[in-house]
């Protein structure tokens, strides 16, 4: 390390400069003038390559030693410091610009009220960051920054990522700010059942199960998707209550129903993290989500019985199981019984919308 240092058009000097200015017109060898200054040899060298910054022991000697006032040896470290701090935080910023290339500004403006910055590439960075109560963007890039992936299969820089880093602190600050008592499985137990019970009201769900699984310490966010994440859902331990975090991709009865019970099964299962396409972790959750949904047996029965579907007789099968239609129709597509384009069940797909508040 330099005992001097030059960014942006300035220099500042390491207080070991100035020392060994000092030692060199003394004619003492470093051990010699170590020795007068009351310290060892192997701390002066450190100090004169830049290696050891001046301690306020030290400008006190030097003080003492050289008649100089212990503010002006500290005076120099604060502005060797000074352009040192400028420069670092120059190259932060920069990692800063190419996390933010990786998301999208306008997600945070449009769902969070972030002010229009377009070009303002270091304003956009900093409103960015005081969203989502970071000391830096950078942290977005850590592999389990928020909460842990569910599955190691993703390479750890990619940018989804970032993007499901980013969605998942939103969450946990939305989580942090409600007032829920703590964590009880049985009480949550109870609360699912309850959302089970109410798939078919469609405009009055939401804040009714919000409610009821806030009472078992299960704070329920529903979070508007960045494209790209790749992120379905995700739980996380907050002190003694649970964050369960829902992505409105493809908000559809039929997968939000699903999605949001494949996070309980987790609960459920004590497993907390993100969940992704296609990791070998979710089958215990999608077991669970599908069987709460309909259950099993009767799913059995019901397809035994029907070689074809129409309208009126997935409707039947929904009323009878207590249970949107969407959810059933969505169930026969994924099952390849029902094809995805056939326009016959159109009216049955429910789609949902998440309004955030600004």
């Known amino acids: 390390m330099s005992n001097y240092f030059e960014y942006n058009d300035k220099i500042a000097f390491h207080p070991g400069y100035y020392v060994k200015e000092i ?3 003394y004619g003492l060898t470093q051990e010699d003038f170590a020795k007068r200054l009351d310290t060892t040899p192997k701390t002066l060298s450190k100090l004169i390559n830049g290696e050891q910054n001046l301690s306020r022991e030290m400008a006190l000697k030097l003080s003492r030693l050289l008649g100089n006032s212990v503010n002006y040896w500290l005076n120099l470290q604060s502005a060797y410091d000074a352009l040192l701090t400028e420069f670092e935080s120059a190259q932060e910023m920069e990692r800063e610009r190419q996390i933010l290339d990786k998301m999208d500004y306008n997600y945070f403006r449009d769902n ?3 002010p229009d910055l377009p070009r303002k590439k270091e304003e956009q960075i900093v409103a960015v960051r005081e969203l989502l109560q970071l000391s830096s963007l950078n942290v977005l890039s850590k592999y389990d920054m928020a909460a842990s992936f569910r599955s190691a299969s993703l390479e750890k820089t990619t940018p989804n990522i970032i993007r499901s880093n980013a969605m998942v602190q939103i969450a946990i600050n939305e989580a942090m700010q409600v007032d829920a008592p703590k964590f009880n499985k049985q009480t949550f137990t109870r609360a699912a059942f309850y959302a089970l019970s109410i798939t078919t009201q469609h405009d009055s769900f939401y804040p009714l199960i919000k409610e009821a699984f806030r ?21 996380k331990k907050i002190n003694d209550k649970i964050m369960l975090m829902v992505n409105d991709r493809r908000l559809y009865s039929d997968t939000f129903w699903f999605t949001l019970f494949h996070e309980i099964g987790h609960i459920m299962n004590g497993d907390f993290g993100m969940s992704l396409e296609n990791s070998d972790r979710e089958k215990k959750a999608d077991d669970y989500a599908g069987n709460q949904l309909i259950p099993q047996d009767e799913y059995e029965e019901f397809v035994h019985k029907n070689p074809s579907f129409d309208f009126d007789i997935i409707v039947d099968f929904a009323k009878k199981i207590d249970r949107d239609p969407g959810i059933v129709l969505g169930r026969l597509q994924n099952d390849g019984l029902v094809d995805y384009k056939d326009t016959r069940f159109k009216a049955l797909r429910k789609q949902y919308k998440v309004i955030t508040k600004q």
């Open 112 to 114: 969070y009220g972030l």
């Open 23 to 25: 030692v060199d017109e």
């Open 215 to 235: 009472k078992a310490g299960v704070i329920l966010i529903v979070m508007p998707n960045m494209k790209g994440s790749k992120i379905n859902g995700a739980t």
